[in-house]
């Protein structure tokens, strides 16, 4: 019976999310060339942000996670991009627009003012004859991009509507010039690093001839996915005006849809743990100690079904540290990875649900924070600042986690919530390395991250509180997504 109402719920879901265009986009018949001209040219800046509703990703910046460029005849280094961000494409202007639906054909030039390209760099090999390497932030500035955009597309059938899908996409395009950036080549010789650069920017139509197709292809599978992403929630007839449709009706199927659709959900929604969790009785502490023990490597990767986040790493988007009395910093971090609890043992556990009351000790062997930090003002008496990537390892950690939690009834069956969640930790020993520091001035990052090293415990009790609040959250998140999922009854054997 569960099997059945969730194949009757997901077609409801199919049909349900039949949405249409926003409000603010124009429609065209896909025969007017020129009013599907003005459409899209109208569309890229309202496509900046992405559109939430429908899933649609941003296009100011496009964001790509890694970007290989493997060497070439004049450039002959392997370049290893991540964290890169492309923004200028929404301010793209079209012309020569053909528009053939029943050949699967979209082809259009487009102009662009500057396109920028921004992240991260790892580079070693030869430019021209010259040795580089280096590793740091980079921009690579494309002006006045002129280019063509040919696109392969077909229709396909889902629940009585016709959509839309592309499946190649290809980008050709020729700037005026190419400005090129990479900072701390030679680990910060600023000399040897200008030199690079200027040669760069002398032979910058040589240089961008070699690697334009890894760049441009990196922007052509984005766009090609946000094309995508919209299409496949917005069947051709709420897009072209030669695909008509009764507003009026749909909107009564829609809502009559989502009033059954949720019904079904609600009978659904209770799952039950994956097989492999161990399962003991509540007041069994021996057990639940050994349970979750055995359950921490499985949630390494999240339970997708479930929509459990993964514990390793736990990812946090930013947070920032308070300047404190030894390190006088204002800190702020961003695309931090925290790794490591997967492998967490515990030593000791108490529960009481009827207090609403969970203590967890347990041992950390080794656990890192990553990601990019920025930061300004005084360590001990020295004057600091930078930013760039960063590393912080924790070895052999001794932990406490404290849970207040609740139950609540839905639907007939009690679940819990985690409603605060606080971790007390101590290391034996904390390694701290920050690249970049005084943009990529090696000495004196060298003689910082020293002094960082030697006087680790002063400074790890000094910015500890915040950096364990942001993992704090994460875990509270990460247990009432499994809470929310999964009644009492399922978790616990009484």
Partial sequence: MRVKLVVLAIVFLQVLYAEELPSGF????????????????????????????LGVPPLEPIRVSKLTVGAGNIVKLVQNYEKIDITGLSQSKLSDLSFDLDKGKIAFSLKCPKVDFNGFYVVRGKILILDVFGKGKCNIRLDNLTGKVNMDVQKKEKNGMTYLKVTKFTLDAEPSNVHFQFDNLFDGNKQLGDNINNVLNDNWKEIYDELKYDYLNAIARYTMRLSNKLFEKIPMKFIFLDFPYDKFVHKMVWVKLCILTLSVLQVVSPDQLPPDFKRCSSKDTACLKEAINDSLPKLANGIKELGVPALDPIRVTNFSVKAGRAVQLT?????????????????????????????????????????????????????VYGKGPFSVKYEKIQGRINMDVEKYTKNGDTYLKVTKLTIDAEPQRVYFKFDN???????????????????????????????????????????NKLFQKVPLKDIFLD
């Fill in 26 to 53: 124009k429609r065209c018949s896909s025969k007017d060339t020129v009013c599907l001209k003005e459409a899209i040219e109208d569309a890229l800046p309202k496509l900046a942000d992405g559109i939430k509703e």
């Fill in 331 to 383: 800190q702020n971090y961003e695309n931090v990875e925290f790794s490591g609890l997967s492998d967490t043992k515990l030593s000791d556990f108490s529960m009481d649900l009827d207090k609403g009351k969970i203590s967890i000790e347990s041992y950390w062997p080794l656990t890192e924070f990553k990601g990019l930090y920025n930061l300004r003002g005084r360590l001990l008496l020295l004057e």
């Fill in 437 to 479: 520091l005084f943009d990529g001035n090696k000495l004196l990052g060298d003689n910082i991250n020293r002094v960082l090293n030697d006087n680790w415990k002063e400074i790890y009790d000094d910015v500890i509180n915040d950096y364990l609040k942001a993992v704090s959250r994460y875990l509270m998140r990460l247990a």
